[in-house]
C-alpha cells in the first residue's frame, strides 16, 4: 500500500530519488500490462539533440559523462494514441495521480505522461529532466514499469547519479509494478542502458513529468 511508504518519502528530498515496488493493485497492474501487450499502434522515438553542448539542458561536469561534443540519443517506442485516449487518462488520473496526491500531499499541478516500450537495441542516454510538453517546470518524473519479468543482464537498466559531477551511477532494476519518483529539481543525470538482443520480453514503462503547485526547495 502506497500509504505505508510514506516513511520512505524522505529519501526523495535527501537522496533525489525512492522506489515503490508493488506500486498498484496486483489487478490493475495485470490489466494495464495486458492494455501494452496487446496495443500495435507504437510510434518510432529516434531523437538525436545537441544537449550535451556548453550551456546545453544536458552538460556534464563528470570525465565519465559525456562530453561536450557529444550528441544525446534516445530510441524507444510510443503509444501516442493510447496516451490520448480518454480511457487510459481516467485511468491515470483515477489510479496514478490520486496516489501520487496521496504521497506528495496534493501538489500535483500539471502532468505530462508518455506510454514507452523498450525493445531491443533501444535505450536513452545520460540525461536530466527538463521541460515537458504541458509542464512549465518538472518537479516529479515518474518511470513506472511493467513486464512480466526482467533479468538485469537484458539491459534497459535505469541508471541514476546523484549530480552531473558523479563517478558512479545506481542501477534500478526495471522490474514490473515498480515506481520510481524522481525529485527534478535535484537535476540527477539518468540513461537508460540498451537493451540487450537477447531479452525475451519488451521493456514497458509509464513516464510521467510533474509539475508542481510550488517548488520544494
Ligand atoms: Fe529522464
Redesign the pocket.
Known amino acids: 500500500m502506497v500509504e505505508n511508504k510514506m516513511k520512505d518519502i524522505k529519501k526523495f528530498y535527501t537522496d533525489g530519488f525512492f522506489i515503490v515496488d508493488d506500486f498498484l493493485e496486483e489487478k490493475f497492474y495485470k490489466k494495464l500490462l495486458h492494455t501494452f501487450k496487446k496495443e500495435n499502434n507504437w510510434e518510432r522515438v529516434d531523437q538525436v539533440r545537441p544537449h550535451y553542448q556548453k550551456g546545453g539542458p544536458f552538460e556534464m561536469e563528470s570525465k565519465y559523462f559525456p562530453k561536450n561534443d557529444e550528441e544525446y540519443y534516445l530510441q524507444g517506442w510510443r503509444a501516442k494514441v493510447l496516451e490520448e485516449s480518454s480511457c487510459w487518462r481516467k485511468d491515470y488520473a483515477e489510479i496514478f495521480l490520486t496516489k501520487i496526491n496521496k504521497l506528495f500531499q496534493n501538489i500535483v499541478k500539471t502532468d505530462t505522461t508518455y506510454i514507452l516500450k523498450y525493445m531491443k537495441n533501444d535505450f536513452?542516454r545520460i540525461?536530466?529532466?527538463d521541460l515537458r510538453g504541458d509542464v512549465d517546470r518538472v518537479d516529479i518524473?515518474i518511470?513506472y514499469y511493467l513486464c512480466d519479468e526482467w533479468i538485469w543482464d537484458w539491459g534497459g537498466i535505469l541508471m541514476i547519479a546523484k549530480s552531473t559531477k558523479s563517478e558512479d551511477m545506481h542501477a534500478v532494476m526495471p522490474k514490473g509494478n515498480r515506481i520510481v519518483f524522481?525529485n527534478n529539481q535535484k537535476k540527477l543525470p539518468?540513461c537508460v542502458t540498451p537493451v540487450a538482443e537477447y531479452a525475451k520480453e519488451n521493456r514497458y514503462a509509464v513516464?510521467s513529468f510533474i509539475g508542481c503547485k510550488e517548488p520544494f526547495k
Open positions: 536513452s540525461h536530466v529532466d518524473s518511470l524522481i539518468h513516464a
